[in-house]
């Protein structure tokens, strides 16, 4: 094991200074109000460009930031490819998704789905997908906590990094707790803008160094790069065979489908008072994320520059190095603390932005519409997802311990096959088909998860490889990692035939007229 | 406040010509972007050669391409914005207030 760069007093001291900083934000703006517009929505309140920023800050996960540099530090211009896709999905969320979505519901996803289908299976539906989304993303984003410890504090013993993972579970529980949306929004706030602006300083002073020439920027790169000039070409990471190549373009389909259908993202677009200001959100995050990718290009190929392949692959972190060890090059201790507090604030902000979501889904889907049959009063709502965050959040930490130092980055692209597969197929169906039905929904819900889960199941993924979950047996059939190339047409195919072979089930139209004049004009919201 | 008469706001002309307008804009462009993305996408996967192509000092064809992906994002999201201001928001305006909806 390598050791920790620069101090690991300082960066631990940066961060604590963050979530000392959000802690105060948070207890400020947390009111003990109990109402569910509040816990879930903020009163939505919050103006559009606030919210982009929020979204930012929900979106950008440590995959992005330190998996994005890394990749392409190693392996080139196939990372590059990672942020495109994550970029270019905005545009189904403008599109298609964020003004419909925050004129028809409230709070949930569920809210969309089941307005106008039976409401207890179609919100069961919604609930299971994005309890199952949540808690992929947030093993994801737990177990690479131990790895960023590792890393950036030194502390390499497993029962080191399991204090270190519970201590930012709790904070993060503590935030959903006391400052419900409102609080959690202001984290996600505070943190992307931290995040961006460092992006931007390093990517200013990498191009400042080698004279605003990109060209020696990245010849610098290739010449210390195990790949060479290879490393400026497409292929590096997904060229090897045809397999790859195919689930390079299932990986691709899967991040520019799956990010409009992210239960968190799309919870976010409640907690502004109307559809302009969903729009603004939207306008302001994809801002806000050209700007940061555009970041991680550079700051990935000055880190292959100036720290060189091999020393970042021989560091801890492996991968998720190249950026800290860049800061650490350009800026010494100080942007190694600063960058290594981000990476921690990342991870605690989106899974307090996971954990909100999902208790959130279990009490107003399942406790408030399914248990009680929508007979319950705010008060109870709230104290239920109040009790649901805490269990999240428990499970998060648990499950973060368990699978720490296990290769599970591929969760985060998992649950954007999931979100693709499922939510997106059942939320345009509904938006936008008129004869969409209950049965629809049930069918390309179940159908695009299901086929979703035995495709990951069967995959190298789970067996069969070297890099695989088990170990001395193989059961894979299916050769890609990543499901979306078939996950995706399965579910669009399972909500089409749901709909048109249940005729007994028929879509209520003067619901679909209600829910359509709604969805444009905002009326009744 | 009285329940919205979303049936009648439903079969209205001023409707009508709403969703014409926001599914003449959002349909047509979302077919282009995902084309040229998925595009794109292709041709990092099975084009190395042509991606590889130097174009000035080390920058290549395909590094362009990325690049420009994110400008027709870009361009895409402010066209979008200026549409729905000019286009959109007024119709929606007017079918609110025939509703009396403010």
Known sequence: MASPVGSPALNTTIFAAFVVITLYVVYRVGNRNSSTSDYYAAGGTFTGPQNGIAITGDYLSAASFLGIAGAIAVHGYDGFLYSIGFLVAWLVALLLVAELVRNTGRFTMGDVLAYRMRQRPVRAAAATSTLVISFFYMLAQMAGAGGVVALLLGVHGKGGQAVVITVVGLVMIFYVLVGGMRGTTWVQIIKASILVTCAVLMTVFLLGKFGFDISALLDEAAGNNANGDRLLDPGGQYGRTPISKLDFISLSLALILGAAGLPHVLMRFYTVPNATEARRSVVWAVAAMSIFYAATLVIGYGSAALVGSETILASGGRENSAAPLLAYQIGGPLLLGIVAAVAFATILAVVAGLTITASASFAHDVYASIFRRGRTDPADEVRVARRTAVIIGGLAIAGGILANGQNVAFLVALAFAFAASANLSTLLYSLFWKRFSTSGTLWGMYGGLGSCLVLVLLSPVVSGAPTSIVHNVDFHLFPLSNPGIVSIPVSFLCGYLGTVLNRRDRADPARAAEMEVRSLTGIGA | ?102
Request: glycine letters at 6%; aromatic letters at 14%.
């Open chain 2, 1 to 102: 406040m009285a329940r919205p008469d979303f049936s009648a706001i439903h079969g209205s002309a001023e409707f009508a010509e709403l969703r014409r307008r926001f599914r003449a804009f959002v349909f047509p462009v979302s077919v282009l972007f995902f084309v040229w993305y998925l595009g794109y996408v292709l041709l990092a996967a099975y084009a190395r050669g042509f991606m590889s192509h130097r174009l000035a000092g080390a920058v290549n064809v395909g590094l362009v391409l990325g690049l420009l992906q994110f400008a027709s994002t870009i361009a895409i999201t402010n066209a979008y914005l200026r549409y729905a201001r000019s286009r959109l928001d007024p119709q929606v305006a007017l079918i609110r207030a025939r509703a009396g909806v403010k």
